[in-house]
């Protein structure tokens, strides 16, 4: 497998080396020491002090970010949570019974109910393993509390960790592994991450495995657009909190109020794009990377790319990863595809 100008893609880790710590049933250990957010320090400073300044994604998720995006699920415009929802309670039996996974691992852990609505399939036999695997240790914490309280006895445990660098450092599985990404978060991943992140995915994978991808599906601009300006001002929120995330983690002093939230759709990348605008000219101190920024009125900050498939392009993409799409369920608005590895 090639990345840019045919160089091999790397992967993120050695494959199949657990941590020498396990953990139990209930336990939720660090991927790495310190946690993964360790090295956040230089990633954004980098990320504000380039041409066009960004912030990565992943730092939308503190307390108040995923307080934010649960209600942001609940807006009448964001349709993505209600067809991925219905979309799995429609196909998870024949899911369950194809699969019979002996553990469920879910990356980038988020609310529990399509789990729950997989680990009441499996109830009829006997619960498999669940591990959450999140960059958010709140939300590891709370995943394997909840599952633990529902379903007692069962083996709940997490890790916390970035997907996009952690995966290879996961408890090996006890056996048949149901992998899940829900809410196309595979969506926030540029092409060359996401063909990373996936080549990760199949190392996961042995040969009675599968991978269960959500995915957004693209549709007319209008209704994607909405999705991410919706009239009561919550996904701007949200949007902004990320400034609040920032100021802790670098010792910043964004004033998040200072900006305007902006997501538009980009029809030749297939993507929507996220933007916070600035109404002001500020002088920005980065403090723990020791560097002040300027940012002008009208200057933008990136902070998301939420790219939109197709099945034909989903299906391509597994297939880049070395897996083979073995089922596709959709409602017309969202994507769910079962993968298998290449040569099960």
């Not at 964001?78 to 024949?94: G, H, Q, W």
């Not at 063909?195 to 601009?221: H, I, M, Q, S």
């Not at 070395?322 to 993968?339: E, I, V, Y």
Request: one cysteine or more.
């Amino acid at each position: 497998m090639t990345g840019p100008e045919g160089q091999p893609i790397p992967l993120n880790g050695p494959v199949a080396v657990p941590p020498k710590d396990e953990g139990k049933p209930g336990s939720v250990l660090d991927a790495v020491e310190g946690g993964p957010l360790a090295g956040a320090v230089s990633g954004i400073v980098q990320g504000l002090t380039a041409k066009q300044k960004k912030i990565s994604p992943r730092y939308f998720y503190d307390s108040a970010g995923s307080s934010l995006f649960e209600r942001i699920t609940q807006l009448p415009e964001y349709y993505l949570t209600r067809s991925e929802n219905a979309v799995v309670e429609r196909t998870v039996d024949a899911i369950v019974r194809q699969v019979a996974p002996q553990e469920v691992l879910e990356l980038g852990t988020g609310s529990s109910k399509k789990i729950r609505q997989i680990l009441d399939a499996c109830s009829q036999t006997e619960l498999p393993r669940y591990t959450a695997f999140d960059i958010d240790r709140g939300a590891v914490t709370t995943a394997v509390e909840t599952i633990g309280q529902a379903y007692p006895g069962i083996d709940a445990r997490g890790v916390v960790g970035d997907f996009e660098k952690h995966l290879s450092l996961l408890p090996q599985s006890p056996g048949r592994r149901l992998v899940v990404f829900f809410g196309s978060i595979i969506g926030n991943l540029d092409p060359w991450p996401r063909r990373r992140f996936l080549a990760n995915v199949r190392t996961l994978l042995g040969p009675r495995d599968r991978f269960l991808l959500g995915v957004d599906l693209k549709k007319e601009p209008h209704v994607l657009e909405a999705a991410y300006n919706d009239a009561e001002g919550i996904i701007a929120e949200f949007n902004r909190n990320i400034l609040n995330v920032v100021n802790r983690l670098v010792d910043a002093n964004f004033d998040p109020g200072a900006f305007r939230h902006q997501a538009i759709w980009n029809e030749d990348d297939g993507r929507i794009e996220m933007y916070l605008i600035a109404e002001t000219r500020q002088e920005i101190l980065l403090g723990a990377g020791g560097v002040t920024i300027t940012v002008e009125p009208g200057e933008t900050i990136w902070t998301e790319s939420s790219y939109k498939f197709t099945r034909r392009g989903a299906q391509g993409m597994l297939e880049e990863a070395k897996m083979r799409l073995d089922a596709w369920h959709t409602d017309t608005m969202f994507g769910l595809a079962l993968a298998a590895p290449d040569g099960s």
